[in-house]
């Protein structure tokens, strides 16, 4: 199956729901490229940049958009394998 590169953002309301936010990256570190944080006072930000197929994509994201007190929005690319650069429209 094709894997595409992607990035998801994380809004963290509820900071109680972190350790279930932290088991679920866990559970698809395999994918994941890299993580950032952003805490704030009343909210937390995280950044994910992933590599996967859609169907380990969509895991992810569909898990973590269940847990109470977090949004999630994501956005996905085709990989270099079939993109010249990743900034053309491919």
Known sequence: MEKRIGTVIIYVGDRQTAPQLNEVLSRHADIIICRQGFPRK??????VVFEGTTD????LTGQLGRIKGIEVKSALLKTQENCQLLTTNC
């Open 42 to 47: 009343e909210y937390s930000l995280i950044s």
């Open 56 to 59: 380990q994509i969509g895991s």
